[in-house]
């Protein structure tokens, strides 16, 4: 009787958690997959796809598209992972890569969940739970989000490297002397030209140097009159 060619599939979404030296997350999960196989009748694993550190949301991720091209080549028949978001956090991305593994005959199995696309109800749940993968998603950002404008009001600064004429104090942007001088000399240029080219020559002859001490190039003089931050 032919085997059926199974593959794992793991991701890690950063590298702090790679960088544990004992029992890592990737590691856990492998295992628990290969002893799913291990228990699975007439079932052998071919090959192993690591992802570390790389997004759920990132489509382009090497060794998902090495899985999907050798799925399309007819190398593999089933995919084990331990939950469907290490496939993807994005709802568009998940239905595209099903459509490619049931396109190849590939089915999708998920350790955790019990989820075999095999079945009429294993795709329904499946659909189900990739959906409710990416509401929790949206749900975080709209949070995050939340948070950061409330700190933002409050006069707190999100973090990040300052703007060009600030520094950080206490989660607070302050002032720094010599740089703020400069950015009101654009401002002034700019106001009075209208003339980025202008603010830039000015710059030159008044021998204004970056943060990193180059010259200033006009994209980052035009970030600079179009930020908000400033206002």
């Not at 890592?24 to 196989?37: E, F, N, V």
């Not at 095999?118 to 993968?133: C, Q, V």
């Not at 950002?141 to 006069?155: P, Q, V």
């Not at 990193?212 to 035009?222: E, M, Y």
Request: aromatic fraction near 8%; include cysteine.
């Amino acid at each position: 009787m032919k085997k059926t060619r199974a593959a794992i599939y793991s991701r890690i979404s950063t590298a702090k958690q790679l960088d544990r030296t004992e029992y890592d997350s990737m590691k856990s999960h492998l295992d628990r997959c290969k002893h799913y196989i291990q228990a699975q009748d007439n079932w052998e694993l071919i090959k192993v796809y690591e992802d570390p550190a790389e997004s759920g949301d990132k489509f382009n991720r090497p060794k998902l598209q090495e899985m999907l091209f050798d799925a399309k080549q007819g190398e593999i028949d089933v995919i084990v992972t331990i939950k469907l978001d290490r496939i993807s956090r994005s709802v568009r991305d998940f239905h595209e890569i099903l459509k490619t593994l049931e396109e190849s005959g590939v089915g999708l199995v998920s350790v955790t969940q019990g989820i075999d696309t095999s079945s009429p109800a294993g795709r329904l749940l499946r659909n189900i739970l990739i959906d409710f993968a990416q509401f929790e998603r949206d749900m975080i950002s709209e949070r995050t989000r939340d948070k950061r404008l409330a700190r933002a009001k409050k006069g707190l600064w999100n973090g990040g490297i300052p703007p060009y004429g600030y520094a950080t104090e206490d989660k607070k942007l302050v002032l720094s002397p010599e740089e703020a001088e400069a950015v009101r000399m654009m401002f002034n240029v700019y106001a009075r030209t209208k003339s980025l080219a202008l603010v830039h020559k000015e710059l030159d002859l008044k021998g204004i140097k970056t943060r990193t001490g180059k010259d200033w190039q006009r994209k980052a003089i035009q970030r600079i009159i179009s930020n908000p931050i400033y206002a």
